[in-house]
C-alpha cells in the first residue's frame, strides 16, 4: 500500500504562484512513478504532470507545459507541483497519485490517490 498525502492548496490570484506538496509513505517508491492530476467543476479529471520517483524525465499536459514544474525529493519521499502564470482555468482540486511501472496519462489506471487539494485561481 501507498498512503498519499497533499498540501498546498489556496486561494491565489491570476499570474501568482502556488507549490503543492505531496507526502508518501509505505512501500519503497523507487519503481513508481508519482503523478499530479486535477478535477474541475463539471469536468473529467485531468492530467497534469508526473514523474519517476528515481528519476528521469517528467511528463506534462499541454495545458500546463512551461507553467508547472514536477519535483521530486527521495530523502522526504516527496513529490511536489511548482505552478507559476496561474490562470482562472487553472482552478481545480489537485490528486496525487502513484503507479507502479509505466506512466499513463488516464487517471483510472493509476493505483493509489491522496485526498485531493483545492486550489483556486481569482481573476
Request: charged letters at 15%; one cysteine or more.
Amino acid at each position: 500500500q501507498v498512503q498519499l498525502v497533499e498540501s498546498g492548496g489556496g486561494l491565489v490570484q491570476a499570474g501568482s504562484s502556488l507549490r503543492l506538496s505531496c507526502a508518501a509513505s509505505g512501500r519503497t517508491l523507487s519503481t513508481y512513478f508519482m503523478g499530479w492530476f486535477r478535477q474541475a467543476p463539471g469536468k473529467e479529471r485531468e492530467f497534469v504532470a508526473a514523474i519517476y520517483f528515481s528519476g528521469g524525465r517528467a511528463y506534462y499536459g499541454d495545458s500546463v507545459k512551461g507553467r508547472f514544474i514536477i519535483s521530486r525529493d527521495n530523502a522526504k519521499n516527496t513529490v511536489y507541483l511548482q505552478m507559476n502564470s496561474l490562470k482562472p482555468e487553472d482552478t481545480a482540486v489537485y490528486s496525487c497519485a502513484a503507479r507502479p511501472f509505466t506512466i499513463a496519462f488516464e487517471s483510472s489506471v493509476w493505483n493509489y490517490w491522496g485526498q485531493g487539494t483545492r486550489v483556486t485561481v481569482s481573476s
